[in-house]
């Protein structure tokens, strides 16, 4: 990420706890300024009292995708620039595909690509004419991976993942980076049972699903990750120049999804003449444009 000697400027969504909050914290303690989002504003008072005018508390819902503008440009009004937009704000579910409603799965889909993509389409031009700036996506191993009764969960996650994919290609000619994160389990009240979302439950699906639920529930407050030091990572990440597009974070993380990526290899390579064969016979390979 390009910067200057002026103080950097954060927007991050979902501030108000979890891996949110000690983005902020971190931030704020290196005398930086943050712009921190919540669906209740009240929950940053703590934050307030602290770090006082270098703090400044928006209440929004990350599914109103039209209020993204609005804190933007609040944004730009009160700091007059903006660095690093962190989009955060988010909730897991856990439901077989049978359970989860068409509403519960929208749910997902709008908090974890419709409101990152709203606050993205407003921050880029500002970022644009600065030619530098970060977009930090936090996605989740759940993000390259899935497995029963996280499925809308990974939806969102997976369809943020491929579109910030695209976008990396697009910005960076602006020398705007890109940090696609996918954290294991962390310490936060992702888990606890008045955030995480459950669906009805039906008992058809207890024997496919029934330990996923427990084991969703009982890794409340016992979590490996620290968000403290997961904030100093991805602070470290966006002032790494050979920094990857995607970070998982947490050694659960690293373990899965290493798993998952040479179990994909051994599979594209065990039916890859299968799969040739559905080609025309004779056709040279595709020319693309990327």
Same mark, same amino acid.
């Given at each position: 990420?390009?910067?200057?000697?002026?103080?950097?400027?954060?927007?991050?969504?979902?501030?108000?706890?979890?891996?949110?909050?000690?983005?902020?914290?971190?931030?704020?303690?290196? %005398?930086?300024?943050?712009? %921190?989002?919540?669906?209740?504003?009240?929950?940053?008072? &703590?934050?307030?009292?602290?770090?006082?005018?270098?703090?400044?508390?928006?209440?929004?819902?990350?599914?109103?995708?039209?209020?993204?503008?609005?804190?933007?440009?609040?944004?730009?009004?009160?700091?007059?620039?903006?660095?690093?937009?962190?989009?955060?704000?988010?909730?897991?579910?856990?439901?077989?595909?049978?359970?989860?409603?068409?509403?519960?799965?929208?749910?997902?889909?709008?908090?974890?690509?419709?409101?990152?993509?709203?606050?993205?389409?407003?921050?880029?031009?500002?970022?644009?004419?600065?030619?530098?700036?970060?977009?930090?996506?936090?996605?989740?191993?759940?993000?390259?991976?899935?497995?029963?009764?996280?499925?809308?969960?990974?939806?969102?996650?997976?369809?943020?993942?491929?579109?910030?994919?695209?976008?990396?290609?697009?910005?960076?000619?602006?020398?705007?980076?890109?940090?696609?994160?996918?954290?294991?389990?962390?310490?936060?009240?992702?888990?606890?049972?008045?955030? #995480?979302?459950?669906?009805?439950?039906?008992?058809?699906?207890?024997?496919?699903?029934?330990?996923?639920?427990?084991?969703?529930?009982?890794?409340? &407050?016992?979590?490996?990750?620290?968000?403290?030091?997961?904030?100093?990572?991805?602070?470290?990440?966006?002032?790494?120049?050979?920094?990857?597009?995607?970070?998982? #974070?947490?050694?659960?993380?690293?373990?899965?999804?290493?798993?998952?990526?040479?179990?994909?290899?051994?599979?594209?390579?065990?039916?890859?003449?299968?799969?040739?064969?559905?080609?025309?016979?004779?056709?040279?390979?595709?020319?693309?444009?990327?």
């Amino acid at each position: 990420m390009t910067t200057t000697h002026e103080t950097k400027t954060w927007i991050i969504t979902g501030a108000s706890s979890g891996l949110g909050l000690a983005l902020a914290e971190a931030a704020l303690e290196a %005398g930086e300024q943050v712009v %921190g989002t919540a669906r209740r504003a009240d929950r940053f008072d &703590g934050l307030k009292a602290r770090y006082g005018d270098r703090f400044l508390a928006v209440e929004h819902d990350v599914r109103d995708t039209a209020g993204a503008a609005v804190v933007v440009q609040r944004a730009l009004e009160v700091f007059g620039r903006v660095d690093v937009l962190v989009n955060n704000a988010g909730a897991g579910q856990v439901g077989a595909a049978e359970e989860i409603t068409d509403a519960a799965l929208r749910a997902m889909l709008e908090q974890h690509l419709f409101g990152p993509a709203a606050y993205v389409r407003a921050v880029l031009p500002h970022l644009r004419e600065r030619r530098s700036g970060a977009i930090v996506q936090m996605s989740s191993q759940g993000g390259r991976m899935s497995f029963p009764a996280v499925g809308s969960y990974s939806a969102g996650k997976f369809a943020l993942e491929g579109w910030s994919e695209a976008l990396a290609g697009e910005v960076a000619p602006f020398g705007i980076r890109v940090l696609i994160v996918e954290p294991s389990r962390f310490r936060t009240a992702f888990n606890a049972a008045d955030v #995480l979302n459950t669906a009805r439950q039906s008992s058809i699906y207890d024997e496919a699903i029934g330990a996923v639920r427990a084991n969703m529930a009982e890794a409340d &407050g016992i979590q490996e990750g620290d968000p403290a030091r997961a904030a100093r990572v991805i602070r470290d990440m966006l002032d790494t120049p050979d920094a990857p597009l995607r970070l998982p #974070l947490g050694a659960e993380a690293v373990r899965n999804l290493t798993r998952v990526y040479r179990d994909a290899l051994d599979d594209v390579e065990k039916w890859a003449s299968v799969s040739e064969s559905a080609d025309f016979p004779g056709m040279p390979p595709a020319a693309r444009a990327f």
